[in-house]
């Protein structure tokens, strides 16, 4: 890997602003150092907040380049969220939307390239001995299990847990390999952690406020935090 720290960013549902903060704290933590910091996305770019089209257009465009609008270099992983799952569903199977302002803040469609982009992010991502989902994973299934549609939410449909299951705030993770780090359960007050995890959703479309988790490889869970508030 490119450097000896990792970050971790949950759910910004359509909050650029806090987005470009985090960027600008990320760069302050890594000074000069020639090394490429990487940071992980855990889903949910869109509904709630303001701008969602400009979140998945710059992490898009990031993903494309390798570096940020001002050239630094960066590498990012970004995860898909059940919101991402959901606006496929809802925008392209029933020509409807959960939340109206994501469509204005593309510019009145969603392009088919952000749309497949969402579509096709990866459900999960490992790093040593930490496991990285949007919202969920059962340490007693294997990966393909894991990832198989078993999720029943409202109807007859089934969903990922991945990326629809909540876990209550003293769950425990029950792993002797890996560490869980997740969002998708709005904490405002957070993060929150659990035997073996951490929960690093702080609601930041209510709350302007993001915790960043700081890693470090072969360690497990964080080692550090950064909070960026607006």
């Known amino acids: 890997m490119n450097s000896d720290e990792y970050f971790v960013i ?49 992490l898009m465009n990031i993903q494309k380049t390798g570096q940020l609008s001002d050239g630094t270099k960066l590498n990012i992983i970004c995860l898909k969220g059940n919101h991402e799952d959901m606006l496929w569903w809802d925008y392209v199977e029933k020509n409807e939307l959960y939340d109206p302002k994501v469509l204005e803040s593309f510019g009145g469609s969603i392009p088919t390239e952000e749309l497949v982009w969402m579509r096709d992010l990866p459900l999960y991502y490992i790093q040593d001995n930490n496991i990285f989902v949007h919202a969920y994973w059962d340490p007693e299934l294997n990966i393909e299990q894991n990832l198989k549609p078993t999720c029943l939410i409202g109807s007859n449909i089934l969903y990922n847990q991945t990326l629809w299951r909540r876990m209550d705030d003293i769950e425990p993770f029950k792993s002797k390999e890996y560490y869980l780090t997740h969002g998708h359960t709005p904490r405002e007050l957070g993060p929150v952690k659990a035997l073996n995890r951490i929960n690093l959703d702080t609601k930041a479309y209510k709350t302007g406020r993001i915790v960043i988790g700081i890693y470090k490889y072969n360690i497990k869970g964080p080692i550090d935090f950064i909070e960026v508030k607006i």
């Not at 549902?13 to 933590?29: N, P, T």
């Not at 855990?42 to 710059?58: I, K, T």
């Open 10 to 58: 949950a759910d910004l549902h359509g909050r650029f602003d806090l987005l470009c903060k985090c960027f600008e704290s990320i760069k302050k933590r890594t000074g000069n150092k020639s090394n490429i910091p990487t940071v992980i996305f855990l889903g949910d770019y869109v509904d709630r907040g303001p701008d969602s089209g400009s979140v998945v257009r710059y």
